[in-house]
């Protein structure tokens, strides 16, 4: 397993176009979050899964965003209609679910980083 | 309510010094969790340990250390001798049990620079 995979790397978009993210977590892995990092900023907290369930998401979350994870496995965050404030890092991570509720480990992958215009 | 901080937004050292990098953490429930994490500029974040709040003893993994104090909320990291390679971002985080939820709070982090 390579760890959490995520594409593309880096997205240009202009001001009102649609994009969409896609993280590969590890397949073991039945946990997957998604996260999002602006320059000097730690990871703020956007959503969670557990397989296939949305269970959480945060109030950074506007209608504008959504993000699936079909069948488990492989998740989408997709942005509608972005806005330049939408410009960060979209990061990935996935963990197990062995350990209790806030100790899991998060393994993240390497970020989407978003430029719009 | 959660709340992570790390005061020191950048800290220069050359090779070979210890560095200690501060960690503050507000948080009202009694079973959290603490991280560090690093970022190189790569970009991925690297777990690098997890304490929970009943193991106050400090832990040593070769030139990291980690000291845990919950009388002044303090996760505080220690790298001996560092080296180039130490050079990255680094994040404490914080999780809490009781709200159920499995998201982390993470400070601004401190961005490490060790100069050959």
């Known amino acids: 397993d390579t760890g959490v995979s995520q594409d593309p790397r880096h997205k240009i978009t202009k001001r009102g176009q649609n994009v969409t993210f896609r993280c590969d977590p590890i397949s073991e892995h039945n946990r997957l979050y998604w996260y999002r990092q602006t320059l000097g900023q730690g990871p703020e907290f956007l959503t969670y899964f557990q397989n296939e369930a949305q269970l959480e998401k945060s109030r950074l979350l506007s209608d504008r965003f959504s993000a699936e994870r079909p069948k488990g496995s492989f998740s989408t965050l997709e942005i509608q209609r972005t806005e330049q404030g939408d410009s960060a890092m979209y990061l990935c991570?996935?963990?197990?679910?062995?350990?209790?509720?806030?100790?899991?480990?998060?393994?993240f992958g390497a970020g989407s980083r978003l430029t719009v215009l | 309510a959660q709340k992570v901080t790390q005061a020191q937004t950048e800290i220069s050292v050359v090779e070979k010094e210890d560095v200690t990098l501060d960690c503050v953490y507000e948080?009202?429930?009694?079973?959290?969790?603490l991280f560090w994490y690093k970022q190189p500029p790569s970009g991925e974040l690297v777990f690098l340990i997890r304490?929970?709040?009943?193991?106050?003893q400090n832990e040593i993994s070769g030139r990291y250390s980690w000291n845990f104090q919950k009388s002044t909320s303090s996760f505080n990291f220690t790298i001996t001798a560092s080296q180039v390679v130490d050079s990255a971002v680094y994040f404490c985080?914080?999780?809490?049990?009781?709200?159920?939820?499995?998201?982390?709070?993470f400070g601004t982090g401190t961005r490490l620079k060790v100069l050959a």
């Open positions: 948080t009202r429930d009694t079973t959290y969790y």
């Open positions: 304490r929970n709040s009943f193991d106050e």
């Open positions: 991570a996935s963990s197990l679910d062995r350990d209790r509720a806030g100790a899991n480990v998060l393994t």
């Open positions: 985080a914080l999780s809490e049990m009781a709200s159920g939820t499995y998201k982390y709070i």
